[in-house]
T-cell receptor, first 110, second 119 residues
Framework: GEDVEQSLFLSVREGDSSVINCTYT??????LYWYKQEPGAGLQLLTY?????DMKQDQRLTVLLNKKDKHLSLRIADTQTGDSAIYFC??????????FGSGTRLQVQP | GAGVSQSPSNKVTEKGKDVELRCDPI?????LYWYRQSLGQGLEFLIY????????KSGLPSDRFSAERTGGSVSTLTIQRTQQEDSAVYLC?????????????????FGPGTRLTVL
């Protein structure tokens, strides 16, 4: 079956870079997503990468995909207090619903 | 345009009661998903509707859970004889495109969720 794992917690200082990691087991992934969930809010798509890419950059966000190791990461440059949230990676294998990791809580200290 | 909406936003019920949760997807979206997010956990897939096809119910945790989608639009998730372990946030998402069809980045758009508390 599909399995997606993330570390539970990350704390950084404002202005530093944050790197959130995700590993998965299903090699038939098509799209891989990063969602952001702020307190009391729904999930917001932050960025995504297609499985035939190894990197995607979008302003302060950089997504790296290592298909061989089944490893996905999200780097947030110049992390701000507004980036404090829970970040979920999600894998789309094209079969049905997304498979989500358990989420990484990012805490940004001023 | 309007996004995915869900109602109620919060529901408190007593153990043993039935509850209905509603989802209004984005107009024109053919795919609709229900997920459950328990405290401190990731999202757990429950059920998936795609157009007029039979729904994928493989994620429903027990036969107390059921869902329907009327007219290919609004969906209702029903939990019968609620238990305390059913307490969670229930999230609905919709997506454009037919089964197997890739539209854009295949994004699923999520509603704000219904927080269910079973006392």
């Amino acid at each position: 079956g599909e399995d997606v794992e993330q570390s539970l917690f990350l704390s950084v200082r404002e202005g530093d870079s944050s790197v959130i990691n995700c590993t998965y087991t299903d090699s038939s992934s098509t799209y891989l997503y990063w969602y952001k969930q702020e307190p009391g809010a729904g999930l917001q798509l932050l960025t995504y990468i297609f499985s035939n890419m190894d990197m995607k950059q979008d302003q302060r966000l950089t997504v790296l995909l290592n298909k061989k190791d089944k490893h996905l990461s999200l780097r947030i440059a110049d992390t701000q207090t507004g980036d404090s949230a829970i970040y979920f990676c999600a894998i789309d294998t094209g079969r049905r619903a997304l498979t989500f990791g358990s989420g990484t809580r990012l805490q940004v200290q001023p | 345009g309007a996004g995915v909406s869900q109602s109620p936003s919060n529901k408190v019920t007593e153990k043993g009661k039935d509850v209905e949760l509603r989802c209004d997807p984005i107009s024109g979206h053919t795919a609709l998903y229900w997920y459950r997010q328990s405290l401190g956990q990731g999202l757990e897939f429950l059920i998936y509707f795609q157009g007029n096809s039979a729904p994928d119910k493989s994620g429903l945790p027990s036969d107390r859970f059921s869902a329907e989608r009327t007219g290919g639009s609004v969906s209702t998730l029903t939990i019968q004889r609620t238990q305390q372990e059913d307490s969670a946030v229930y999230l609905c998402a919709s997506r454009s495109g037919l089964a197997g069809e890739v539209v854009g980045n295949n994004e699923q758009f999520f509603g704000p969720g219904t927080r269910l508390t079973v006392l």
